[in-house]
């Protein structure tokens, strides 16, 4: 029987067909399932395994950065019995006068006392290596003392003063003492000078809290961040208040107030694109008008916020224009129905709820203008700076910069400030993502 007369006989041959062909129907659906199901699989053991990767990768950046500059953060020193007496110290009979103290040769009073306690120390050669071994740092902490207690003179004190650059380096294990002394800058006496200090107890390490208090210096164990961290801050306040209220203020009225035009969408599509123009055109632009042409202060953080805050403006916009469109419509409807007028409406109701949504906006736009070094440099941030800046008008650098510019140094030392001048921009930077999720979770509304 054929099967179109199966199909004319009622409903018990179509069920016999029916019956007849879902063998074939199941098993072509089961390995169509099959091949779905594996290729599901396998998409999801991609994203697994990018996913693995990208985290594998990140931590091993993390790790080697913090591997290279952790060492920063802790500086050794050694402690020698110091003779202050006027005679050493190059001063006569007193009383003594600021400037003759300010003026006194104290490299001379710690080069007395190493050589006492080394007293092999006779020729002019060994004598001059191991004065190596001090930071040239050391002369200016015993002035400052000495300033600050002029009474100590004609007595003995034991000071803890700063070893030099290489010689830190040795003391934490990043030169070693099998390495041929043509290829290193200590010579094997004053490693054993060291070796010898560090038996005595002569030698410690402690917090380097000059890192972070500092300017910067050309001696790897003097340089410092505290230049850069204020510059910074000073720099991100400033453009946080250029930025976020203005960027507000745009966003409500082309989102809530302005009327549709065309216009408004060419200032639309010019704020798109001036989110992509790359850092660098900024720079230039503050060069031309903020420092060329009204002739503001080079280097400041003043200059320096109103780049990144024109840098800046139109990632706040887009997102407060976001926030703004993610507010239903029925809460603008509401507030109308009752009597409010348009503009309490946006303000008392529908910025509200936006706030979380700009807050991040303006905290994500932050972060970005942090790490950003090129429109710095074009407006004279990268100058070499000892000075900690006091104002807004005052030359000061950036973390980026000052980044950039130990990453430059020929000194090996450097290399773990750079280091660790990084460590300090990514804290820096995950405080500000933390900011922006707490102040997200702090003004979240529900509706």
């Known amino acids: 029987m054929s099967d179109a007369s199966l199909a004319t006989e009622g409903p018990g041959g179509s069920a016999a067909l029916e019956h007849a062909c879902s063998p074939h129907r199941t098993?072509?659906?089961?390995?169509?399932?099959?091949?779905?199901?594996?290729?599901?699989r396998l998409f999801r053991a991609c994203g697994t395994l990018a996913l693995g990767a990208g985290l594998a990768f990140v931590i091993a950046l993390f790790a080697s950065i913090i591997a290279d500059g952790h060492?920063?953060?802790?500086?050794?020193?050694?402690?020698?019995?110091?003779?202050?007496?006027?005679?050493?110290?190059?001063?006569?009979?007193?009383?003594?006068?600021?400037?003759?103290?300010?003026?006194?040769?104290?490299?001379?009073?710690?080069?007395?006392a190493l050589y006492r306690q080394l007293p092999e120390l006779v020729?002019?050669?060994?004598?001059?290596?191991?004065?190596?071994?001090?930071?040239?740092?050391?002369a200016f902490a015993l002035r400052e003392q000495v300033l600050a207690d002029p009474s100590a003179l004609g007595g003995k004190r034991s000071l803890w003063v700063l070893a030099d650059d290489d010689a830190d380096l040795f003391l934490k294990g990043k030169i070693e003492r099998s390495t041929p002394e043509a290829e290193r800058k200590l010579t094997d006496r004053q490693l054993a000078w060291l070796e010898r200090l560090q038996a005595q107890g002569r030698v410690a390490s402690r917090f380097n809290l000059e890192l972070f208090t500092g300017g910067d210096s050309r001696e790897p164990e003097l340089a410092g961040l505290g230049g850069a961290l204020l510059g910074s801050l000073y720099t991100m306040l400033l453009t946080l208040l250029l930025s976020f209220p203005l960027g507000v203020a745009a966003a409500l009225y082309l989102e809530e107030l302005a009327p549709k035009r065309r216009w408004l969408e060419l200032i639309e599509v010019a704020i798109n694109n001036l989110a992509a123009v790359p850092s660098i055109v900024f720079g230039l632009l503050g060069l031309a008008l903020f420092i060329n042409l009204l002739e503001l202060p080079r280097s400041s953080p003043l200059v320096a916020a109103l780049v990144l805050?024109?840098?800046?403006?139109?990632?706040?916009?887009?997102?407060?224009?976001?926030?703004?469109?993610?507010?239903?419509?029925?809460?603008?409807?509401?507030?109308?129905?009752?009597?409010?007028?348009?503009?309490?409406?946006?303000?008392?109701?529908?910025?509200?709820?936006?706030?979380?949504?700009?807050?991040?906006?303006?905290?994500?736009?932050?972060?970005?203008?942090?790490?950003?070094?090129?429109?710095?440099?074009?407006?004279?941030?990268?100058?070499?700076?000892?000075?900690?800046?006091?104002?807004?008008?005052?030359?000061?650098t950036v973390l980026p910069v000052q980044i950039f510019l130990w990453a430059d140094s020929p000194e090996r030392a450097f290399a773990e400030r750079t280091s660790a001048a990084i460590i300090v921009l990514l804290v820096f930077l995950m405080l500000m993502s933390s900011l922006a999720v707490l102040l997200r979770q702090r003004f979240e509304r529900r509706w």
């Open 27 to 40: 098993a072509v659906a089961t390995a169509r399932v099959r091949r779905r199901q594996r290729r599901e």
């Open 71 to 112: 060492g920063a953060f802790w500086q050794w020193h050694l402690r020698l019995d110091v003779e202050l007496s006027t005679a050493e110290l190059g001063l006569g009979a007193g009383p003594h006068t600021p400037e003759q103290l300010d003026g006194a040769d104290y490299a001379a009073v710690l080069r007395s």
């Open 123 to 138: 020729e002019r050669r060994a004598r001059r290596e191991a004065a190596a071994l001090l930071s040239s740092g050391a």
């Open 309 to 396: 805050g024109l840098m800046t403006l139109p990632v706040v916009i887009i997102a407060s224009r976001a926030a703004l469109r993610s507010v239903p419509h029925s809460i603008r409807q509401a507030a109308l129905a009752l009597g409010a007028s348009r503009w309490q409406a946006v303000l008392h109701h529908v910025v509200p709820l936006a706030l979380p949504g700009m807050l991040t906006g303006a905290i994500v736009g932050m972060a970005r203008a942090l790490g950003e070094t090129a429109p710095l440099l074009m407006i004279g941030m990268v100058a070499f700076l000892v000075d900690v800046p006091r104002g807004l008008t005052d030359p000061a």
